[in-house]
């Protein structure tokens, strides 16, 4: 399984489409989270070039730079991301130096209108086939609807017990990693 942050086409709180800045925190623990739960890799998306060289300065102090040495596990952790500007250079790079071309599968706070999001399990079931899979999160107040119908699988929000349901990204992704990918074999 392959992991994507999109920051382009997601939602401001108003429901238009916009394209989102990344924030340094995202990279960090979802990069630490994607490590843990042994991810293929993890893909920062966006079309702003003034942000790409962002995380790639970002990306470099913890690879190449200071960083690497101060914190080597933060290292390998963020040696696992890719900056690309679009879902469609993800999905050629995962087809090129992956398996293929993935089954993408995106994430949703909300029940979405279109069609029921896939359980955990069934995604679970879904990544023994031996095929690539890419899990999408989008940064803001989440993905657009377009983008959302063109999935081949959205998958089932987080729901707490409040009623409430505004986590941030990074949080849903642990979150939704470990439902996934977790070692259920605990004492």
Known sequence: MYVALTHYPVVNKNGEIITSAVTNLDLHDIARAVRTFGAKAFYVVTPLADQKRLVEKIVSHWTKGFGSTYNPKRRRALEMIHIKESMAQVVEHIAVFGAGIPKVTVTCARDTDTRPGMSYKEFQELLQNGKPHLLVFGTAWGLSQPFIAKADYILEPIKGNTGYNHLSVR?????????????????
């Open 171 to 187: 949080c849903a992704a642990a979150i939704i990693l470990d439902r996934l990918m977790g070692n259920r074999n605990l004492n």
